[in-house]
């Protein structure tokens, strides 16, 4: 299976802990994106990397929230500090180059702060 | 300042029937429109996109409708299939120039319930 891939599906965390996430694009997209998704809403926009480059940061993405993809191919994201608030689904996205506006989505990570 | 609505949080249509979803926008900027299913404790699929210059697509049992000057898309099921309940998202991009602009802004969704 070549799709996107994260890891770990679930995470369960004490308030204050820090934890990080990873994303797996599909091998062949150099665009990835996170998005953070809560009960009842659609996906929202956090960041996105084009090849190693972040290019672009929403305002949801507080200064307690990192994203890397060092190398161009995979990435983390991580939360410090967590809050009983990000408690969500993050679903990392990948496109290719020439349809970039054609996202395909992993199965996401869900976390739970206690 | 939500810019895709989806206003019908869920819908019941008989197997074999049309499905018909809805989705509103406001931002004339967007230049692709895009629709997602998503089975829960998973990621949004891929289903159908549509470009802002077209007004219709076509992908089997699946077509979206644009109208432009409505800033209105609607996408068809037909025949609907119990596999085909979930929740459906509409999304769209703004097309901006250069590296920015590739986020995709989501609607809340809408639950469609395919009865056998």
């Known amino acids: 299976d070549t799709g996107v891939s994260q890891n770990p599906r679930h995470k369960i965390t004490k308030r204050g802990q820090n934890v990080t996430f990873r994303c797996d694009p599909i091998s062949e997209h150099n665009r990835l994106y996170w998005y953070r998704q809560t009960l009842g809403q659609g996906p929202e926009f956090l960041t996105y990397f084009q090849n190693e480059a972040q290019l672009e940061k929403s305002r949801l993405l507080s200064d307690r929230f990192s994203a890397e993809r060092p190398k161009g191919s995979f990435s983390t994201l991580e939360i410090q500090r967590t809050e009983q608030g990000d408690s969500a689904m993050y679903l990392c996205a990948s496109s290719s180059t020439r349809r970039a506006y054609e996202q395909y989505f992993g199965p996401g990570t869900r976390l739970t702060v206690t | 300042d939500q810019q895709v609505k989806q206003n019908s949080p869920s819908l019941s249509v008989q197997e074999g029937r049309i499905s018909i979803l809805n989705c509103d926008y406001t931002?004339?900027?967007?230049?692709?429109f895009l629709w997602y299913k998503k089975y829960p404790a998973e990621g949004p699929t891929f289903l159908i996109s549509?470009?802002?210059?077209?007004d219709k697509n076509e992908d089997g049992r699946f077509t979206v409708f644009l109208n432009k000057s409505a800033k209105h898309l609607s996408l068809h099921i037909v025949p609907s299939q119990p596999g085909d309940s979930a929740v459906y998202f509409c999304?769209?991009?703004?097309?901006?120039?250069?590296?920015?602009?590739?986020?995709?802004?989501f609607g809340g969704g809408t639950r469609v319930l395919v009865k056998p």
């Open positions: 549509i470009s802002s210059i077209k």
């Open positions: 931002n004339s900027m967007f230049d692709y």
């Open positions: 999304a769209a991009r703004r097309g901006i120039g250069g590296a920015a602009g590739n986020k995709l802004t």
